[in-house]
């Protein structure tokens, strides 16, 4: 029988570099078997976060090592993102787009690989994208909102201005796909 104070400890969260952002870790129970872990409980992701948050769409990517994607959000159906990694590992970045918030326009960048169990949850605001440091990695997130098209909306990756310090060998650049390749800079994007 599981007591309170067990429920209490399956979910973790503490603060992220960025205001609002919070790093979630689920709690792992394993033996020389492998491992269990409830990947999300809404009740337990409320407990630990005090956020009560409606998921109506979940996301898995798939990608080669070098892959970047990103800086992605939307200016309409505007998202908050629950992420992590089941195979493989990342560097995952945020960047505040929020003109009232305390980080505007800083960025912070976090390790989630399958091995470390971690979830970032990137709330409605931020930019989101991330770089593929294993030789391939999936990609899962929850998402707030439907995906929209039509207001999706690339930071650049490399803006110098934001200067996001990606983990890339000298003289490597990323695999990009078209879009994130003409993303616009810090000054183009729309804010909230």
């Known amino acids: 029988m599981m007591t309170s104070l ?8 503490t603060q992220a570099p960025l205001a609002d952002a919070l790093i979630i870790q689920p709690k792992v129970f394993g033996d020389e078997r492998g491992w269990f872990t409830e990947s999300f ?3 337990d992701f409320f407990d630990a976060t005090g956020l009560d948050v409606k998921f109506v769409q979940d996301n898995h ?58 979830q970032l949850w990137v709330p409605p605001g931020f930019a989101h994208g991330f ?17 929209h098209p039509q207001s999706e ?22 695999s990009l796909n078209a879009k994130d390749a003409v993303g616009l800079t810090w000054e183009q994007v729309p804010k909230f």
Not at 6 to 13: E, P, T
Not at 131 to 141: D, I, N, P
């Open 131 to 147: 770089l593929v440091l294993s030789e391939t990695a999936e990609f899962l997130y929850k998402t707030t909102d439907y995906y």
């Open 153 to 174: 909306v690339c930071l650049s990756w490399n803006d110098p201005s934001v200067g996001i310090e990606w983990p890339l060998p000298a003289g490597i650049a990323p």
């Open 41 to 43: 409980n809404a009740q």
């Open 6 to 13: 067990d429920k209490q400890a399956r979910v973790l969260s």
């Open 61 to 118: 990517s798939f990608s080669r090592k070098g892959t970047l994607r990103g800086l992605h959000y939307q200016t309409e159906k505007i998202q908050g993102k629950l992420v992590r990694v089941v195979s493989g590992s990342v560097f995952d970045v945020t960047v505040d787009l929020r003109k009232n918030s305390s980080t505007y326009g800083k960025w912070a960048g976090l390790e989630l690989s399958a091995e470390n169990h971690k």
